[in-house]
Each structure stands twice: as structure tokens, then as C-alpha cells.
């Protein structure tokens, strides 16, 4: 534990994603950290995830030590699952305060409406105690394949929920076209997941694409997963007019001739078609 210390003017490294900043993030490794409170209670309450806070200073031995645990991908499996908030109590002394907070570093688990604490402590005592002890916390329990697949994610896929989350995704995909059509392929492929739980926060953020994820929901739903296929078209099915929704069809399950024929008045609905 460290308790407060001299201001630095130096700040902590910002997200860049492909030449494009979202000067609301920072990151940790590649998890996308809110530094306002007020929009994480925004975008926490949009996504019904609780609040994670790191409060911490640019002087804090632990606070690195613990950065770098953000980085591993259990860590990362477990953030997925919560708001992050990064808080420099330097910089940030009005959160500071609201939360008494007197030692770093320091960290929160709070409701999604940012009222109530769910968990705190204060210190670092080492990856196992911090993974073991947030997992609690979260209700949630690590499979080897939720390590895998966070791990596993691109860094171009990240960069796009990333600027969706933050309702910067206009902004990106006018700076990096195909970077934005490419990441939103790949989060489309993730739609193929089989607990509700698990499609609801993916859906979120395709949602926010709107009209512009039209491209890959079709593409998803000529993917080879059912899976994917049947949440792609679920998507689709939202981001299209109700007029253009009744001029085609789509069955998932159908065989692949069949599919690919109706995909052909689906793709009729793209621009420039």
C-alpha cells in the first residue's frame, strides 16, 4: 500500500488504435478503460455490467505491478465481464475523494449505476490473490477458454469495440475504412455464442453500428457456424427498414444452396447493389 504522493503532469499512456486516439480510454494491455466517471455509469448501465475502479498515480510501485496483471489474459477475461474505470488520484481528485480514498492502490466493484460497492480493497498482493479475489467478486469462474479467447482477440477487433463502446465508431471508420469493416466481421463472428448472457453485451455493441454492420451481419450469416449464422441474422434483422425486412428471408438452418440463394436479395440491399 502507498498512501498519496506528489503530483506528476506526466499521464498515463492513452489508447491508440491504427493512428486513431479515443482520448476518453486508456488502456491496459489492450482493455479499453474508461477515465470519467460519470461515462462509465453511462456506458455500465447501457450494458447492465458492474463498475470496475483502479485508482492509482504515476509514483505507485504497485499500481505498475498491478498494471501488468491487466495484461495477462485470466486478468483480461474477468475485466470483459465489468466496466473499467481508471483513476489517476492525481489527476482526478474529485472521484478521489468521493470515494475516501487514502491509500493506492485501491480497488472498486461497484453497481452498474455506481451506488453501491460490491467490492474493496486496497494494495497488491500479487496476480493469484488479485484474480482469485476479483473472481469472487464478479460471481464469475474462469474456464480455460474464456483465457483463450480473450487472449486470442485480434488488436483490430479491439480498436473497433473499443470506438463502439465509446460511440466514436463514425469517426474511426472514416479515419480507417477497412479496419472498421474488418473488425466489425470479426465481432459479428462472436455472435456465436449459446447462452443469452453471452449475446446480449456483443449484440450491444453491433447494435451501435447500426445500418453499417449490415455488410458483415450478411457475411455472418453465410458463415459455416449455425450459430453464428442464427445470431447474425437476428442482428440483421434490426438494422434493416420493417419494408426491407419483409422483402427477403433467411433460414439459418436451411442447406447451403438454399442459404446462398437468399443471401442474394439480402446483398441486393447493400449500397452501391
Known amino acids: ?30 482493455t479499453p478503460w ?12 447501457a450494458s447492465k455490467k ?31 465481464h465489468a466496466v473499467c474505470l481508471s483513476i489517476d488520484v492525481d ?30 480493497t486496497m494494495g497488491f498482493g500479487g496476480a493469484d490473490a488479485f484474480i482469485s479475489d476479483f473472481s469472487a467478486a464478479l460471481k ?3 474456464t480455460a477458454a474464456d483465457e483463450v479467447r480473450v487472449a486470442s482477440d485480434p488488436p483490430i477487433l479491439t480498436s473497433v469495440e473499443t470506438a463502439l463502446a465509446a460511440g466514436k465508431f463514425p469517426a474511426y471508420k472514416a479515419q480507417n475504412p477497412t479496419a472498421a ?14 447462452k443469452e448472457s453471452d449475446f446480449k453485451p456483443i449484440a450491444a455493441l453491433v447494435q451501435k453500428a447500426g445500418r453499417d454492420a449490415l455488410p458483415a451481419l450478411i457475411d455472418g ?25 419483409k422483402s427477403v428471408a433467411f433460414n439459418p438452418w436451411a442447406v447451403s444452396a438454399v ?14 447493389k
Open 50 to 80: 458492474p463498475i470496475f475502479v483502479d485508482f492509482h498515480a504515476s509514483w505507485c510501485g504497485p499500481c505498475k505491478q498491478l498494471d501488468e496483471v491487466f495484461k495477462e489474459a485470466r486478468a483480461k477475461a474477468l475485466l470483459a
Open 91 to 120: 489527476k482526478d481528485q474529485e472521484d478521489a475523494q468521493r470515494f475516501n480514498v487514502t491509500g493506492i492502490p485501491r480497488l472498486l466493484l461497484l453497481s452498474s449505476d455506481g451506488r453501491k460497492t460490491q467490492w474493496d
Open 221 to 245: 450469416m453465410a458463415d459455416k457456424s449455425l450459430a453464428v449464422r442464427v445470431g447474425a441474422h437476428k442482428m440483421a434483422l434490426g438494422v434493416l427498414k420493417p419494408e426491407e425486412a
Open 140 to 142: 464469475v469462474k474462469l
Open 34 to 45: 474508461e477515465t470519467n466517471f460519470a461515462s462509465a455509469v453511462k456506458k455500465a448501465t
Open 181 to 194: 469493416n474488418t473488425g466489425l466481421r470479426l465481432l459479428v463472428a462472436k455472435l456465436g455464442v449459446y
Open 259 to 272: 442459404r446462398s440463394q437468399q443471401l442474394m436479395a439480402w446483398r441486393r440491399l447493400l449500397p452501391g
Open 1 to 30: 500500500m502507498q498512501n498519496s504522493g506528489p503530483k506528476l503532469l506526466t499521464s498515463r499512456r492513452l489508447f491508440t488504435s491504427l493512428g486513431f486516439m479515443l482520448g476518453l480510454l486508456v488502456a491496459h494491455g489492450q
